[in-house]
T-cell receptor, first 113, second 112 residues
């Protein structure tokens, strides 16, 4: 299996622009997670989906952030408008079932200038 | 509130010098404790899951142990390729169904 796939790997954008991050989970996994990692705050859960349905979005910082999972093999995390404080590494992870571990993608490094 | 604290923040070892990393946790009922390894520029890589006090798991030079308040990741005779950041995470019965609470990690450097 190719593992969790994320794109792009790096994104540099200007403040105010829309940013869309993409994720393809491992085939057969029914849960998908979006995390953000910074030096100050470490790894934080933003939102997670179970069977394509958002279950917990309490970690989404504000309304500028939105996430969708239109089918079992694709998810997006959108930031509109982006701000410099959104600069971080964003990870997507997937899990086969509730009792199992999460597998992480390689991450997208976002820089907002 | 569920919390995870890892210590030390950074650890430098000579090749072959065994040591331990600590993960202290406070949760409202532990559903699982997870150890991950993260290399620079990469996503966390799963190592172990522990579910109950007294449980131990091993993989090559790594051994993870669990008590009711903390977990240790023991590294025996480390090699330079063991250099990475090691993350600890917990899932609790009090948290949302899938949520993992991560510690800030311990950055391990092993010098030849």
């Amino acid at each position: 299996d190719a593992g969790v796939i994320q794109s792009p790997r790096h994104e540099v954008t200007e403040m105010g622009q829309e940013v869309t991050l993409r994720c393809k989970p491992i085939s057969g996994h029914n849960s998908l997670f979006w995390y953000r990692q910074t030096m100050m705050r470490g790894l934080e859960l933003l939102i997670y989906f179970n069977n394509n349905v958002p279950i917990d979005d309490s970690g989404m910082p504000e309304d500028r952030f939105s996430a969708k999972m239109p089918n079992a093999s694709f998810s997006t995390l959108k930031i509109q408008p982006s701000e410099p404080r959104d600069s971080a590494v964003y990870f997507c992870a997937s899990r086969q079932r509730e009792s199992s571990e999460q597998y992480f993608g390689p991450g997208t490094r976002l820089t907002v200038t | 509130e569920d919390q995870v604290t890892q210590s030390p923040e950074a650890l430098r070892l000579q090749e072959g010098e065994s040591s331990s990393l600590n993960c202290s946790y406070t949760v409202s009922g532990l559903r699982g404790l997870f150890w991950y390894r993260q290399d620079p520029g990469k996503g966390p890589e799963f190592l172990f899951t522990l579910y109950s006090a007294g449980e131990e798991k091993e993989k090559e030079r790594l051994k993870a142990t669990l008590t009711k308040k903390e977990s240790f990741l023991h590294i025996t005779a480390p090699k330079p390729e063991d250099s990475a950041t090691y993350l600890c995470a917990v899932r609790s019965y009090g948290g949302s169904q899938g949520n993992l609470i991560f510690g800030k990690g311990t950055k391990l450097s092993v010098k030849p």
